[in-house]
């Protein structure tokens, strides 16, 4: 059965999301969305001796948190697919140490939790898993000594950066039609966009095109407009990001200006002071599992659209002056 729409997207007939677990720093709690996560930390330590070994309890915290918070066994789950932005995605990796669970381990930046979710739902639909689950996440205090500068220099921040988001979320994909809180209908892996931007702090304006390009071409597969959605969520571009998407695809013939919601936009408040909002792998998939999973449950979501953005560089090729590659992958989920 051809299980393919247009050039590029993906039909899921039976791809169920069963439940989600969302695990927030104590930023993240104090932000706009601090009332709807399942656990904020009380400190970025996590009762660990470092920030990496905090991140890594993450991971393990928020797979046992959705295992309890939907009733599933652990043996239950045939697959762990995921990923962060430490080298080698440590975090999760490592803390895979402690299931039997076959695991995947993903990269795409900031857009893995999407890429997690669609490959998840290939290995569903297709037959080949009964239930998996499908995590990111981040932590801002191992990621600014990555990718930019030890915490102790208080190097002043950029108007046009973002906050990496301290989190995880997992969510539970299942062929189980009874267990969904919603299904995952169609999707659409990305392709690699790179408008030659250089400047590293400037996310949101390297990855729009990226969102832009994925998203027009879901749109003219499925013959389906920002209209037939609630709601269009992007991973993290940030509040200058989302401007520069509305005004690229508006170009293209489609109008986000009423619908589109950037996932690293909406975590924090202004009073916190990270200029362009939140960036970072744990941004997509903590407001799904946590905002998203919350508006479908209540009937207020009939259709989504979520389309997870991933900045595809690395300190090397930066300190190399390389530019930027960026990556979307795109979900329909539907009640």
Not at 10 to 35: H, M, R, S, T, Y
Not at 47 to 57: N, P
Not at 260 to 288: I, N, P, W
């Amino acid at each position: 059965m051809n299980k393919k729409l247009g050039s590029q997207t993906l039909i899921f007939d039976n791809v169920n999301v069963k439940e989600g677990f969302a695990l927030a720093g104590p930023k993240e709690q104090q932000g706009n969305l601090g009332n709807v996560f399942d656990m904020c930390l009380e400190n970025d330590k996590f009762g660990e001796k470092s920030f990496e070994k905090a991140e890594c309890k993450m991971f393990k915290t928020a797979i046992d948190g959705v295992l309890q918070k939907s009733n599933t066994p652990v043996n239950a789950i045939d697959s762990v697919l995921g990923g962060d932005l430490l080298n080698q995605i440590v975090s999760v990796s490592f803390a895979m140490r402690a299931y039997e669970s076959s695991f995947f381990g993903l990269y795409n930046a900031c857009g893995t939790f999407a890429e997690s979710l669609l490959l998840g739902s290939c290995l569903i639909d297709g037959g080949y898993k009964d239930k998996v689950i499908c995590i990111s996440g981040s932590h801002f205090s191992t990621a600014e000594r990555q990718y930019r500068y030890p915490l102790e220099l208080g190097v002043l921040r950029s108007p046009v950066t973002q906050w990496t988001a301290t989190g995880a979320g997992a969510s539970i994909l299942s062929n189980d039609t009874t267990e969904a809180v919603c299904r995952i209908t169609r999707g659409i892996a990305g392709r690699v966009i790179d408008l030659g931007i250089k400047d590293v702090n400037n996310m949101g304006a390297a990855m729009a095109p990226a969102a832009c390009d994925t998203l027009t071409q879901f749109f003219k597969d499925t013959g389906s407009s920002p209209d037939d959605y609630n709601k269009i969520f992007t991973g993290d571009l940030g509040k200058l990001g989302k401007k520069i998407l509305i005004d690229l695809i508006k170009e293209n013939g489609f109008d986000l200006s009423d619908k589109l919601e950037d996932c690293g936009a909406m975590l924090y408040t202004d009073k916190q002071q990270t200029y362009q909002g939140g960036s970072g792998a744990a941004c997509s998939a903590l407001v799904f599992n946590s905002f998203i999973l919350n508006n479908f449950k209540s009937g207020n979501y009939k259709k989504i659209l979520l389309a997870g953005t991933g900045a595809l560089l690395s300190p090397l090729t930066s300190f190399q002056g390389e530019s930027v590659p960026c990556i979307a992958h795109c979900l329909e989920v539907c009640k």
